[in-house]
């Protein structure tokens, strides 16, 4: 009996938490909107490039030619990545975030560069890396992880 109480209430707040992403997604400006549903495109077409292609194939995803003039801020092409990298049901890293983003950048018109670095991590002995994304020398995601990784090469 508690099992089945327990299950009910699971599934009652999955389905306010839907409700409640639904509800958000229409308060959106319909530029909101087309930047978020951008990014999760985006963010799939990255986690799967990743998957299935070597690195240095990989990060040509992000690399496109510039085209027009953005017509939103800096600021809310972070937002639509980072609110769809939340929401997606598999786990984006910094590689899928950064090439997405840079993409979304780059085809509005923003010279945006991706950076990829490594460290050593000394307690684990693990070597680690990460990776970030500017915009004329500013970090713009990525990177409050960014300190402590040596730049091996950068994207543009």
Same mark, same amino acid.
């Given at each position: 009996?508690?099992?089945?109480?327990?299950?009910?209430?699971?599934?009652?707040?999955?389905?306010?938490?839907?409700?409640? =992403?639904?509800?958000?997604?229409? !308060? %959106?400006?319909?530029?909101?909107?087309? %930047?978020?549903?951008?990014?999760?495109?985006?963010?799939?077409?990255?986690?799967?490039?990743?998957?299935?292609?070597?690195?240095?194939?990989?990060?040509?995803?992000?690399?496109?030619?510039?085209?027009?003039?953005? $017509?939103?801020? %800096?600021?809310?092409?972070?937002?639509?990545? *980072?609110?769809?990298?939340?929401?997606?049901?598999? !786990?984006?890293?910094?590689?899928?975030?950064? %090439? @997405?983003?840079?993409?979304?950048? *780059?085809?509005? $018109?923003?010279?945006?560069?991706?950076?990829?670095? @490594? !460290?050593?991590?000394?307690?684990?002995?693990?070597?680690?890396?990460?990776?970030?994304?500017?915009?004329?020398?500013?970090?713009?995601?990525?990177?409050?992880?960014? =300190?402590?990784?040596?730049?091996?090469?950068?994207?543009?």
């Amino acid at each position: 009996m508690e099992i089945r109480r327990c299950g009910a209430m699971l599934l009652t707040s999955m389905q306010e938490a839907r409700s409640n =992403s639904i509800e958000t997604f229409h !308060r %959106l400006s319909p530029e909101q909107r087309w %930047l978020l549903l951008r990014a999760v495109g985006l963010l799939s077409a990255a986690s799967a490039i990743v998957a299935v292609l070597p690195f240095k194939r990989a990060v040509s995803f992000g690399c496109v030619v510039r085209r027009q003039n953005r $017509g939103a801020a %800096l600021g809310d092409f972070v937002w639509a990545v *980072r609110a769809a990298a939340k929401r997606l049901p598999w !786990r984006t890293k910094c590689i899928e975030q950064g %090439l @997405a983003l840079q993409r979304m950048l *780059r085809q509005s $018109g923003v010279d945006a560069v991706l950076h990829y670095g @490594a !460290r050593h991590d000394a307690q684990s002995g693990r070597l680690e890396a990460h990776v970030w994304v500017s915009v004329g020398g500013e970090t713009i995601i990525g990177g409050e992880e960014a =300190s402590g990784f040596a730049e091996i090469a950068a994207y543009p």
